[in-house]
């Protein structure tokens, strides 16, 4: 007996029907990129090893998929090469690209690499799978789906408004409620300078980062082991624990990095969003988190995370300013600004409120069932005219018993059944069933057309 076949560990397939689902979410967020002004780019799913690597912090390059090189690929090692097993040395001999981690850093060698084919400010989105070799769970997959937004070449603090204001809008339309979560990066640079630690800003903000998923012990036992003095740490802790108002915190963290001139303009960059958010009275709640740190190296000022507030789950949006970015790739002097929407964990969200429409547009409205060869060509020109007017249609393609014809309607949730016989074909009409009521009437195309 054959062995049943698989799929990898943190991939899935999908339906038809969560295929439907699934376009419900992205055509959503597609359409709020679109009212903002952004534009839809692809780039490849591998990038080469040297434009990945380096760009998520140790931890990140650990998490990439390398795609061995074509051919013999260990046709060059050498016995040593292979008895030495340097993880690192093999990898640069029989690898030279990966799957890519995410859609940003792809994006900025899309931007050096086509800087005179684009205009600055230049507002693109971006929906393709990314590939991540982590530990699957809940939440988690090794194969998932990000859904970018992201602007280039402004300084302008407006484009964390307008990001806000899709994260507002994307949520509202799904009606997922939501909290958004926001600190800075200058804030956290501040907080490791004023506490004597700041060549460890790495290093702490990896470790916070954690603070929901492991707590305020264990992140200071992980910053403690990254040789941070207990002194440094003992300064931090009224920081981890702040709490009021999000004006509150502000006023409180221009005290603590009164010496910090980094600290305090990231301050001042938050009061100037939290600003700009209430003049455009954005509903969703904002909640400055100072143990947000997103642990990605290239974040520079404001970043940001969202949560579900009714499901149990990581968060399902995130990204930042990245002032740097581009520098890496060899076009220095280009800020950006961006968010990932997590269409997997959205999907998952979705599933769990049961809040999808209850029908889709990708649904077939009507199938045409027959008894004969006839009476199936006569369907044809219908189901032409009725496609001609945007109405998803189908023909059974051979004529069988009416029972199997609609049970074919049922387990597509097909609403309505177009029935041919001799009678129908006489007086150029069809029979046309709703499948929720079970009523009948004769009807011609017309009728059709104007009631879907």
Request: a negative charge.
């Amino acid at each position: 007996m054959s062995q049943k076949p698989s799929i990898p560990k943190g991939t899935r397939d999908f339906t038809p029907q969560e295929m439907a689902n699934r376009n419900y979410i992205f055509n959503t967020i597609k359409d709020v990129f679109r009212l903002y002004g952004f534009q839809q780019i692809e780039t490849p799913a591998m990038e080469n090893l040297s434009t990945l690597m380096g760009k998520y912090g140790e931890e990140g390059d650990k998490l990439l998929f390398k795609i061995l090189n074509s051919g013999d690929f260990a046709a060059q090692l050498t016995d040593n090469e292979l008895l030495g097993r340097n993880a690192v040395k093999l990898t640069n001999r029989i690898s030279e690209k990966g799957l890519r981690y995410d859609l940003t850093v792809p994006f900025a060698r899309f931007v050096v690499q086509n800087r005179d084919k684009i205009s600055f400010p230049f507002k693109r989105y971006q929906i393709q799978p990314v590939w991540r070799a982590d530990r699957p769970q809940k939440g988690r997959y090794r194969e998932f789906y990000q859904c970018d937004v992201d602007v280039v070449g402004s300084d302008s603090l407006l484009s964390e408004l307008e990001l806000i204001q899709i994260v507002d809008e994307v949520y509202r339309r799904l009606k997922i409620n939501v909290v958004i979560k926001i600190n800075n990066r200058k804030i956290l640079s501040g907080i490791a300078e004023i506490i004597g630690e700041a060549e460890k800003i790495t290093d702490i903000t990896v470790a916070i980062d954690k603070m929901d998923k492991i707590g305020l012990e264990k992140v200071n036992e992980e910053i403690a082991s990254k040789g941070i003095s207990a002194e440094a740490i003992e300064k931090l802790q009224p920081i981890l624990k702040l709490s009021g108002s999000n004006a509150e915190k502000l006023e409180q963290m221009k005290t603590v990095l009164a010496a910090s001139e980094v600290g305090l303009k990231g301050v001042a960059e938050l009061e100037t969003i939290f600003g700009l958010c209430e003049a455009m009275k954005v509903e969703t709640k904002i909640e400055l988190d100072l143990t947000l740190a997103r642990g990605l190296n290239y974040y520079t000022g404001a970043i940001f995370e969202v949560k579900a507030l009714d499901v149990q789950i990581g968060s399902i949006t995130g990204g930042g300013r990245y002032d740097n970015l581009t520098g890496v790739f060899g076009m220095e002097g280009v800020s950006g600004v961006g968010i990932s929407f997590g269409a997997d964990r959205i999907y998952d969200v979705l599933n769990q409120l049961n809040l999808y429409p209850e029908t889709s547009q990708e649904q077939t409205r009507v199938l045409f069932v027959s008894f004969g060869n006839a009476e199936l060509n006569y369907c044809l020109s219908w189901a032409n005219a009725l496609r001609q007017q945007g109405i998803n249609t189908e023909i059974y393609p051979e004529p069988a018993k009416m029972k199997k014809q609609m049970s074919y309607a049922d387990n597509k949730n097909i609403p309505f059944v177009a029935i041919v016989g001799e009678t129908e074909m006489q007086v150029n009409k069809v029979m046309l069933k709703n499948m929720k009521t079970g009523e009948q009437k004769l009807t011609d195309v017309e009728e059709i057309i104007q009631m879907l």
